[in-house]
């Protein structure tokens, strides 16, 4: 961490919080050389289509500060209970304060509570194994490195299948 940590409150997504979270997640993605720009949309979509099974802010008194989504995935194997992780965002210069971590960890406690099996995410094989997340080769996600794409089990044994997110992550299926 590059500074103390931000003392923040935790609350679902609420109706007038989407152009916050729309500008939120394009600030904290336009400076990521991973990113495709599409994030913010990304939201956008899957709100639209009923698929933001989970969307939790971070405010830290003032303002929103921080976002994460998670929404349902297909497994060729027809597992069923599984869900993706993310966009996760932060305000640039708030990275490295707490806020993501905080966000990642209530995200995986809410959902363990609701009855998820699994979830998985495409994200630094460095920053996501802190929060458990692993790369299990018989997950795929056709594409990016394999090594990238990881899953936190969090009951009954892992599928093994082809990964699918849901449609709003391909704006050519929106």
Known sequence: MS???IPVTLRPEAVGDEATIHALTEAAFAPMPFSDGDEQHVIDR????????????AED????????????????????????LGP???????????IGGTLIRR???DMRQAGAKGIILLGSNVYYPRFGFEH???????????EF???????GELP???????PGFDPSEA
Request: net charge negative.
């Open 88 to 98: 996760v965002a932060v305000w640039p210069e708030l990275h490295h304060r707490g």
């Open 160 to 166: 093994s299948g082809v990964v699918s997110y849901a």
């Open 46 to 57: 899957l709100r639209d289509d009923g698929d933001l099974t989970f969307s939790l802010v």
């Open 149 to 155: 794409f990881q899953a936190l089990l969090l009951e």
């Open 107 to 109: 995200a995986i406690a």
């Open 61 to 84: 008194g003032k303002r929103i500060v921080g976002h994460i989504a998670i929404s349902p995935v297909t497994i060729t194997d027809g597992a069923r209970g599984w869900y993706g």
């Open 3 to 5: 500074g103390p940590e």
């Open 136 to 146: 299990h080769p018989q997950l795929k996600y056709p594409g990016p490195p394999a």
